[in-house]
């Protein structure tokens, strides 16, 4: 069954010299890099997309959605990775969106 989880910020922090140097765009918006959310509300950057579960049909709940890193680890065009759960039934599925 679909619920929702409370909203958490999530930030990219850095973990080595090399994941400093791949984070951050040349001409990208400000807030590429920075939309990382775990639970809440999806940011949709187009028609919004609810999966269902594969195992019982029920609409799956939104855990988190990662956004672009930096213009070398870029999904699509700056666009972002949500992520579904079934808690019930522990399968998962992805969506990529971009603007
Ligand atoms: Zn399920």
Redesign the pocket.
Known sequence: MARQIPPFALEAKPLTDEAKKVQGFKWADAEVGTRHRLGGDPDFLQDPIWPE??????R?TFYAQLDSIGDDVCIADCGMVYVFV??????TKSVIQSS
């Open positions: 579960c594969p195992e019982c049909g029920e799956m079934c808690m019930d039934c522990n399968e």
